[in-house]
């Protein structure tokens, strides 16, 4: 059976913005895995560290059954999340353990340093799943199958400058929506969080609107999600993409160019 997995730094990120297509998979027979590398223990205004370390683990977990993933517990607290080679250590020990054929994860470059090391753990992680002399932790053996890396879209649509994102295809998540919305649902804390530190009044209504928005630039589909593919060299074949072969021509729609913004 193959497998994809979503690592990105937080509880949320994966519901956020690619909850979608790993749901897609997992209908069509994929093993689907999730693992937010960081806590969440700095999401909250009302709870201390270590209670909202504790909540969002539930919540992540929680989100996981919801949609038929497997789970992996985080690394470290918020903002501690750096590009260190244990991280990659144990990055690259648990791509050996699930042999994704599909990896996604955010962008390069994101609006904070916990996606973008994220993103760069996935990366270095991936790369170094086929390296026999590359000590993983826990020591496993080198995964010798190819890895297609996807990222998703950064918060906001556009990188840390400002600069519009680009991405390499719209998939539409219309049909699975509802479910990824349940699985977002299971965040609870973050209702409070995102509405005192983002001015996000709801966030299942922000995810709406993204998928709503992205929906309308594929001038195609009601609801969806976006993706670029990570250069192969040393992760696959120069046409390899596993994602847009697993879900077909009926839900994949080329894009054209950047995203527009969204209007605030």
């Not at 049909?175 to 699985?183: I, L």
């Not at 670029?228 to 077909?248: F, I, K, M, S, V």
């Amino acid at each position: 059976m193959p497998s994809a997995l979503a690592i990105t730094a937080h509880p949320d990120d994966i519901e956020f913005r690619m909850a979608g297509a790993l749901l897609l998979l997992k209908d069509r027979g994929w093993d689907i895995h999730c693992w937010n590398l960081c806590s969440g223990s700095l999401g909250s205004t009302v709870m201390t560290a270590a209670q909202t370390a504790r909540a969002r683990r539930a919540e992540a977990r929680e989100a996981a059954r919801l949609m038929g993933a497997g789970w992996f517990p985080p690394l470290v607290p918020d903002m501690e999340l750096l590009y260190e080679l244990r991280h990659v250590r144990r990055v690259c020990s648990v791509i050996r353990e699930v042999k994704p054929t599909i990896l996604l994860t955010h962008p390069p470059q994101d609006y904070m340093e916990d996606h973008m090391n994220a993103c760069r753990l996935a990366v270095s992680g991936a790369f170094t799943r086929n390296i026999p002399n590359h000590p993983c932790t826990p020591r496993r053996p080198p995964m010798m199958e190819p890895c297609t890396i996807y990222h998703g879209v950064p918060h906001g649509l556009g990188n840390n400058i400002r600069e519009p994102f680009t991405p390499d295809y719209f998939v539409d998540i219309t049909g699975v929506h509802a479910r990824k919305r349940a699985a977002l649902a299971c965040h609870r804390s973050q209702k409070e969080w995102l509405d005192a530190s983002q001015g996000m009044d709801s966030y299942l209504a922000a995810m709406d609107a993204e998928a709503a928005h992205l929906g309308r630039q594929s001038r195609r589909f009601k609801l969806a999600e976006a993706f670029r593919r990570h250069l192969h060299h040393g992760y696959c074949a120069a046409d390899a993409d596993p994602l847009a072969e697993a879900l077909g021509r009926g839900l994949v729609q080329p894009a054209a160019g950047p995203l527009e913004p969204m209007r605030a």
